[in-house]
Nanobody, 119 residues
């Protein structure tokens, strides 16, 4: 079955960095676009970044452009989110997502990893 397992979250001070990982299994990873989302308490889930199957195309939310970098290793079935210059507003649960099936209508999520930015 499809599995997405995130790791790398934690507590970091403002201005610090973290690298999140999402290890995937149960589908053809190298043919699938992957996205990172986040959700803070009381807020709607937000698309943070996405990467195409080959890694040749990436997209970012305006709020993270220039600070976050999404990448992937198709040999390791892993997507990364490098987060630099972290702000308090980046505090959220971060989850990776893949959409599969006909017209990519079926959405799969990992359990998430918590990122807390606080002094």
């Amino acid at each position: 079955q499809v599995q997405l397992v995130e790791s790398g979250g934690g507590l970091v001070q403002p201005g610090g960095s973290l690298r999140l990982s999402c290890v995937a299994s149960g589908f053809i990873f190298s043919s699938s676009d992957i996205s990172w989302y986040r959700q803070a308490p009381g807020k709607e889930r937000e698309l943070v970044a996405s990467i195409s199957s080959t890694g040749g195309s990436t997209n970012y939310a305006d709020s993270v452009k220039g600070r976050f970098t999404i990448s992937r290793d198709n040999f390791k079935n892993t997507v990364y989110l490098q987060m630099n210059s972290l702000k308090v507003d980046d505090t959220a649960m971060y989850s990776c997502n893949v959409k599969l099936g006909l017209f990519r209508r079926t959405s799969y999520w990992g359990q998430g990893t918590q990122v807390t930015v606080s002094s």
